[in-house]
């Protein structure tokens, strides 16, 4: 990785940071834990490398803009947050508490967060909207939108997907969190959504895939940005659903987690991969 | 002025404001030569439409955005409510053809629970002018306007010549001590034909242009409660969520009573053909208003009335 602000073991240490708030945000009423692990390396990338976006730039009209389209990455968010200096960290001992916003889905409460999501396939129009205004602007800021693979079940993600082609919107990059899974089961046991990249290449926009884990292949891969004049980028990231917690990893009943503080203190053992256990908590599915 | 002449005026007056369409260009025809990249056409695309409105007001942008009302409202629905609503954007939406303005089209385009849905929205402002007159004296403020705003575009004439529009306040044609209508958009047209065969009647009439429905003029509703002996709500509108409802929520928040009859489509849609068949196949027409209202028949002769000037 070369010309980054942070080497890619401190990336790594970010992340890992970001992993263990996900893991405490999963007790006393819980949270999208495995969803959201799938997602934590690409957000610490954008945000602490590859946007425009710092904490004392947040209002400026010279910026980036970041959709989390995927509402329910918002415990990666947070921690991400938390971690580059854009939420007090403090705040977090507030998670589903009425005397703050840190709930289940994003909202404009959250330093860093653009744009409420929660509804599926919303965000893409909205960064459209945000793009082709800076077009017209006459701006070189861009505008991101991660969603996720079950998340194109939307027709409007394709919808948006033909504008972005209508209106040339090489100043927008589509990230598709492509961790394999929606909410209950694998994308591809549901809705098959492969030949992913295909999909999109049909639709005009210019992809690129990679292994979303991988500070080096985000790397490259943004640093590629804009991909091709003209053209809406396309990002597909493969994931893990539940990275860095084997004892969750891809398994379909580990979207949404609410564990004991017993078993959050194990997971943040096997987080450090000093432990591994099993286990057998309540586990909520929540829609 | 037309509703063009205006937006096109208003667009060149202010760079901020942004004319979207979801490729309905019946009223917008000439922005894209006077606009260039400020008229954005997202193709048949209701809700990205609305999203990418949102985004332009997130920007700083005032959008103005175009369809039919029907898909405006509720293809689009939850884009207004979550992307609009949540947020408070300044878009405003122009509905085409609400109401029997969508005359042949079908159940598929006939937007007569807009007003209901819309309204039901938190933030989100309704308007429904009575003619051109009146939508081109609207639009200034509702355009101005901080909120989202959703506005049933007519733009027939009638020889009404409106007064000026304020926010919340609706438009007192005539007073009455008998009988006073309370309607809104199109059939404000044949309102003022019904209010005439009622006079003719012997009848005081009252006649009142509900063009702000959201916020609604509550002190004038709760004023002809008072001083009429009945209350008519005229809408071309399901009865359930528009005008009639409105008028028993205000009257029921004000712990007041009266009499009121409300004329509006009953748990059905109307059955297509030109406007002029439709309001005469519905009872709707100025002359079968008023006889709705009287209950019983009279030697008037309806006028002829005119076929709206596009139709999609």
Not at chain 1, 199 to 206: D, H, L, P, R, T
Not at chain 2, 100 to 129: C, K
Request: glycine share 8%; charged share 20%; hydrophobic share 40%.
């Amino acid at each position: 990785m070369e010309n980054t602000k942070h080497s890619e073991q401190e990336l790594q240490a970010i992340a890992l940071k970001v992993r263990e708030h996900i893991v405490r945000m999963s007790t006393a009423g819980g949270c999208f834990t495995g969803a959201s692990l799938s997602a934590v390396d690409m957000i610490v990338y954008l945000y602490g490398e590859f946007l425009n976006l710092t904490p004392s730039n947040l209002k400026d009209v010279n910026r980036d803009y970041l959709f989390l389209s995927k509402g329910h990455d918002v415990p990666a968010l947070y921690g991400t947050l938390v971690e580059l200096g854009f939420l007090e960290k403090e705040r977090l001992e507030n998670h589903l508490s009425l005397n703050d916003h840190i709930y289940w889905h994003p909202n404009t409460h959250i330093p860093g967060v653009e744009f409420h999501s929660g509804s599926l396939g919303h965000l893409p129009s909205v960064a459209i909207g945000v793009a082709l205004d800076l077009k017209i602007s006459g701006s070189d800021n861009k505008a991101i939108c991660i969603m996720g693979d079950g998340e194109l079940n939307e027709g409007t993600c394709w919808e948006a997907v033909l504008v972005a082609n209508a209106y040339n919107l090489d100043n927008l990059i589509f990230v598709i969190d492509r961790n394999h899974f929606q909410a209950n089961m694998r994308t591809e046991d549901l809705i098959p959504l492969e030949p992913l990249a295909q999909k999109f290449e049909a639709f005009g926009a210019a992809v690129k895939r990679i292994n979303g884990h991988s500070y080096t292949e985000l790397h490259d891969a943004f640093s590629a940005y804009p991909f091709q004049q003209g053209k809406l980028n396309v990002v597909i990231a493969d994931t893990v659903r539940g990275k860095g917690l084997p004892s969750i990893q891809e398994r379909a009943d580990r979207w949404f987690c609410n564990f004991s503080a017993d078993e959050v203190e194990q997971l943040l053992l096997e987080l450090h991969g000093e432990h591994t256990t099993s286990l057998t908590s309540e586990t909520l599915i929540v829609r | 002025m037309t509703y063009e002449e205006l937006l096109t005026e208003t667009a060149l007056n202010d760079e901020q404001v942004i004319v979207m369409t979801a490729e309905n260009r019946a009223l917008v025809r000439n922005l894209p030569a006077v606009l260039g990249k400020r008229f954005i056409d997202t193709g048949i695309t209701e809700q990205t439409m609305i999203g990418a409105s949102a985004g332009l007001a997130l920007r700083g942008r005032k959008p103005v955005v175009h369809a039919l009302a029907a898909f405006l409202t509720m293809r689009a629905f939850e884009f207004v409510r979550t992307d609009l609503g949540i947020a408070n954007l300044p878009a405003k939406l122009s509905g085409f053809i609400p109401g029997f303005l969508s005359d042949a089209n079908g159940p598929t385009h006939q937007a007569i629970e807009d007003i209901s849905i819309m309204r039901g929205i938190p933030n989100v402002t309704v308007f429904a002018p009575a003619d051109e007159d009146d939508l081109v004296k609207m639009l200034p403020e509702i355009w101005k306007s901080p909120n989202p705003a959703y506005t049933r575009i007519n733009t027939r004439k009638t020889s009404h010549v409106h007064e000026p529009f304020e926010l919340g306040k609706a438009e007192v044609i005539s007073t009455g001590s008998d009988v006073t209508i309370l309607t809104y958009g199109l059939m404000f047209e044949q309102a003022l034909i019904a209010v005439e065969v009622l006079q003719n009647e012997g009848l005081s009439v009252g006649l009142v242009n509900m063009r702000s429905l959201k916020p609604v003029d509550e002190a004038i509703i709760l004023q002809v409660a008072a001083s009429s002996n009945l209350i008519v709500t005229l809408e071309d509108h399901f009865l359930t969520g528009g005008l009639y409802t409105i008028v028993a929520e205000v009257l029921l928040q004000y712990q007041t009573t009266a009499k009121v009859m409300p004329i509006a489509l009953k748990e059905r849609w109307f059955k297509p053909a030109l406007l002029p068949d439709v309001l005469q196949n519905e009872g709707f027409s100025g002359k079968q208003i008023a006889e709705r209202i009287l209950g019983y028949q009279t030697g008037y002769s309806q006028p002829s009335i005119l076929t709206p000037e596009f139709s999609e």
